[in-house]
């Protein structure tokens, strides 16, 4: 399985980096951290790593590195605009718990 975006995030991602014209691409990454042990990483980036995945749509460039996309397999990047914020979420299989702000979450 692999990792896919939404169209919301897709549509998203392209609006940022439209706007942020030094920005290449959206860094998804999972680092060790957080309440539950893991947690997801989104930054602007310029540089695209050798050994990244790259995922293009409609305007929208995502990078994941090796490791992170261990843990992303089968996820889809996602995001919401709601009453409490505008965030980027990952909706992922490979989670066994995560906090409550989404951010962090555990795998077996």
């Known amino acids: 399985m692999s990792f896919s975006i939404s169209p919301a995030a897709t549509a998203r991602v392209a609006e940022i980096l439209a706007a942020e014209p030094a920005a290449q691409a959206l860094r998804v990454e999972v680092l060790a951290g957080g309440c539950s042990g893991l947690q997801y990483?989104?930054?602007?980036?310029?540089?695209?790593n050798p050994d990244d995945t790259v995922l293009e749509s409609d305007g929208a460039r995502v990078l994941i590195d090796p490791v992170s996309l261990e843990f992303l397999s089968g996820a889809v990047l996602d995001f919401k605009d709601a009453l409490m914020g505008a965030h980027f979420l990952v909706s992922n299989p490979?989670?066994?718990?995560?906090c409550g702000c989404g951010t962090s979450f555990s795998v077996d």
Do not use: R, V, Y
């Open 41 to 48: 990483k989104f930054d602007l980036t310029q540089t695209q």
């Open 94 to 98: 490979n989670a066994t718990a995560s």
